[in-house]
């Protein structure tokens, strides 16, 4: 991820890093992704079941129960697990976690092995009494997944009215002193909705905005064609920072991001270098901590059904399943080809990824999105850095 406010409007320096040894243990969470050690943030996809059906769900979920799903002993046994391993978050999601009977359970479980808990959500579940629970059992953080305003979030979701039961929800973790924020996936459809989701901090009082660039994967995949060109994603990171800008000149330090296309972090860093150069120094040494796509590193993924991911949009890949080995000993195994390449990635990526002067602080972007193009160590088809950009000669 590429933190808009934390680089572009100098939220923070690379001394807030340094100050706390880089070590994601005493890291806080808005700097966890500068850690030097990259123990995975794991993504707990726990249920695949849904209330709505989301026309770009990376999982498929709908709302049928799927036998396989880990039992709640089984994920203590997998919350013991990454305590002991090191992992400093542990992300609930699914489908819709909150359709889990056990989810508070869970979640107080791994606050209680001090681990961050945090939650993946569409909103419309959370009433006041779910957010009181959520709130006392210490969860750090509810991100809601919205697609635009009412009737781009209603059609995107498959549900007239998601729209303003997520709202609803939002206010609900708002009014119980929970860190609340949006989740916002971009593509051509939902695109002209983009400012309204700036506006909506405002009005509701929300902390965090962070916008996913599309994936391929899973009913996702269907929206390819909708994905935006090179150059309207251009434009989107143009218009993200001058409305981040625009916050924190009028006094309001939203947390904005921009998630799974790292191109972001070089293209920022240009961007700041022709308008401030001074800060431009200070953004390098940031995205050279960040190390870029973290992919079989810093983030990994188990399923409702136990398997092991590199990532929670890969699912096409089980590196293994929790139920046979421990998610610690099927990370470090360098036996398993993929994880041990992707966490040197750099000597892998082929074509203009392998040219690219931004390579150490990108690692070679979305490799899921490059097997969508045929060759899972080429470029990233989402790259929309030039050729001079990247300093690669034109053909």
Known sequence: MIGISKLYCGAVEASDVL????????????????????RPVVVWNMTRR???????????????????????????????????????????SGGEPLLRPDLLELAQYAVGKGMRAVISTNGTLITNEIAAKLQKIGLSYVGVSLDGLQKTHD?????????????VGIRNCRDAGIKVGIRFTVNKHNLPD??????????????????????????????????????????LLDLIMKRTKEL??????????TVDNHADGPYLYLKLKKENSARAKEVL???????????????????????VYADQFWRNRPVGNIRQRPFSEIWLDEKNELLSKLKNKKKYVKGRCAQCRWLDICAGNFRARAETAGEIWGPDPACYLTDKEISVKED
Not at 248 to 257: N, R, S
């Open 19 to 38: 100050r706390y040894g880089r070590h994601s243990g005493t890291l806080p969470s808005h700097l966890l992704q500068f850690s030097a050690d990259k």
């Open 50 to 92: 849904c209330n709505l059906k989301c026309i770009h769900c990376y999982s498929s979920s709908d709302n049928t129960f799927s036998p396989d799903e880990l039992t709640t002993q089984e994920g203590k046994k997998l919350i013991d697990d990454l305590a002991q391993f090191g992992s400093p978050v542990i992300l609930f």
């Open 155 to 167: 059609r995107f979701r498959g549900k007239k009215g998601a729209f303003a039961a997520a709202i």
């Open 194 to 235: 983009v400012p309204a989701m700036f506006d909506l901090l405002a009005t509701e009082k929300i902390e965090r905005l962070c916008f996913y660039h599309l994936v391929y994967t899973g009913r996702g995949s269907k929206l390819r064609k909708e994905d935006l060109t090179h150059e309207e994603t251009r434009r």
């Open 248 to 257: 924190f000149d009028a006094g309001e330090q939203k947390e904005i991001l």
């Open 285 to 307: 040494e940031l995205l050279q901590m960040n190390e870029g796509n973290s992919s079989g590193l810093g983030i990994g993924c188990v399923s409702w059904d136990g398997e």
